[in-house]
């Protein structure tokens, strides 16, 4: 175990897989090992072994919660949409406070185009750790597809507050404010953001934009 571990730290997953699988043949219930060789072989990008690896795990251990968990992620890789969401839904079934799971399927409702059930697995990632911040990133895409300007808004509110140095989605917010007519608003971020990118051109355009909305003109030509 330490050989493999000291392997698997250096990266060297082909060296890690191979004293794994010795470990596997040594001690054959060892659940950790199964779902540790796995893991390697997905990192290996070797995913139909990592699948046979989990689901042998599985039929020893059937309530392992990160096997169903991975396995679901694999399967998305794979393009096999529908067996993804069987495995996350039963990683629920063990664990129903997993905002991560809740994410992962509301990926696999994406791809599948089916936006409300992906709007709603979101929102339920997001009611369990509203620190999700890729959950909200997506929950904000699906609302500026959708054209409901107002709640994108809200969401990048959230992530603007939650990390006020990205300054791309201060930007991003700025921009929406504008198109919102919430002009102030859009000034206050606009500005914000030059404090640190004083010399970036697209910041200065929008600001100059929101100034003429304004009719603030001569400070408009200014910024141009």
Do not use: C, W
């Not at 139909?48 to 968990?69: C, G, I, Q, R």
């Not at 809740?102 to 709007?119: D, M, N, P, W």
């Not at 000034?187 to 953001?193: G, N, P, T, V, Y």
């Amino acid at each position: 175990i330490l050989t493999a571990e000291i392997y698997k730290n250096q990266k060297m997953l082909d060296e890690s897989i191979i004293i794994y699988k010795k470990i596997i043949k040594i001690d054959p219930d060892y659940s950790k090992a199964f779902f540790v060789l796995g893991v390697l072989y997905y990192y290996n990008n070797e995913f139909d072994n990592a699948v046979k690896t989990l689901e042998a795990l599985l039929n020893k251990d059937p309530d392992n919660f990160m096997a169903m968990d991975y396995l679901g992620l694999i399967y998305t890789e794979k393009k096999d949409y529908d067996k993804a969401k069987e495995y996350l839904e039963k990683a629920l079934d063990i664990k129903p406070d997993s905002d991560t799971v809740y994410f992962k399927l509301g990926l696999v409702s994406e791809i599948k185009e089916k936006t409300e059930e992906a709007e709603e697995n979101y929102k339920k990632a997001l009611d369990i750790n509203p620190y999700n911040i890729a959950a909200r990133e997506r929950l904000a895409q699906i609302y500026l597809k959708q054209k409901t300007v107002g709640k994108a808004i809200k969401e990048i509110e959230a992530l603007t507050t939650q990390n006020p140095e990205d300054i791309d989605m201060q930007i991003k917010l700025g921009i929406l404010y504008l198109s919102e007519k919430q002009y102030e608003k859009a000034l206050e971020k606009f500005r914000h953001s030059l404090k640190t990118r004083d010399d970036n051109t697209t910041i200065l355009y929008y600001l100059s934009l929101t100034l003429e909305e304004m009719n603030r003109l001569d400070e408009a030509a200014t910024e141009l």
